[in-house]
């Protein structure tokens, strides 16, 4: 991953001045910024910062009435009018977006269902911070948690809602995020389940369908 963050977003309780931008966007209480990926989509009064590959862009191109060729924020922002907060759940591939709905005031963030693509958050009074580095979210002289250490050094994964950091947590894999009115709220909107074989067929052959199948979205 890039060395500065693909997604960086602020939205505060209150109205005060958002921090600045830094080429990104900005309004009163709120700031998003992209870095390497993630450039910042303005879509009225919609905004988007996405580290995304959307790997079913045409059929959801084709759900949505958008041209083919669309940026992925310009996707997820077109999937949002249509779907809502809900709206990960129609995305398949690998991503990680904030999205802000300025009428609404509204911030949605959510992760692919794999968790390719990292999203961590920090609250601070009744201001979110957002970001996909759990370094930079961490306040100054910020403790490492030690079952973090521990987890590491017994050699586990960490759990799916835990970062190095005291006070910087993860948004798990396949999970919504939705800030508004100064409340957090977070939920599952995908699984990842095993699909059943197909009937009759040998377990090498219904492999080599998937894969294929797999790769043929991927290459498209």
Do not use: K
């Not at 919609?46 to 590959?53: H, Y």
């Not at 920090?122 to 961490?138: F, N, T």
């Amino acid at each position: 991953m890039a060395a500065s963050p693909a997604i960086s977003a602020m939205v505060a309780g209150d109205d005060r001045p958002a921090l600045p931008a830094g080429g990104g966007w900005s309004a009163p209480g709120v700031m998003l910024a992209g870095g390497d990926g993630g450039a910042v989509m303005l879509d009225g009064d919609i905004v988007v910062v996405a580290d995304a590959r959307l790997d079913n862009r045409a059929g959801l191109a084709a759900q949505l009435g958008t041209p083919a060729g669309l940026p992925a924020a310009a996707v997820i922002a077109a999937a949002y009018r249509r779907w809502g907060r809900d709206c990960a759940a129609r995305l398949e591939g690998a991503y990680a977006f904030a999205l802000w709905d300025a009428r609404a005031r509204r911030l949605v963030c959510a992760r692919d269902v794999a968790g390719v693509r990292p999203l961590v958050y920090r609250i601070e009074g009744r201001a979110l911070h957002v970001a996909q580095s759990a370094g930079a979210l961490r306040e100054a002289g910020a403790a490492l948690r030690s079952e973090a250490i521990a987890d590491f050094l017994y050699g586990r994964v960490l759990d799916a809602g835990g970062t190095w950091f005291a006070g910087v947590e993860r948004l798990p894999a396949g999970h919504t995020l939705v800030f508004e009115s100064g409340a957090l709220r977070i939920h599952r909107h995908a699984a990842l389940a095993p699909a059943a074989p197909e009937h009759g067929e040998p377990p090498p052959q219904t492999l080599r369908v998937l894969l294929g199948a797999a790769v043929a979205r991927r290459a498209g």
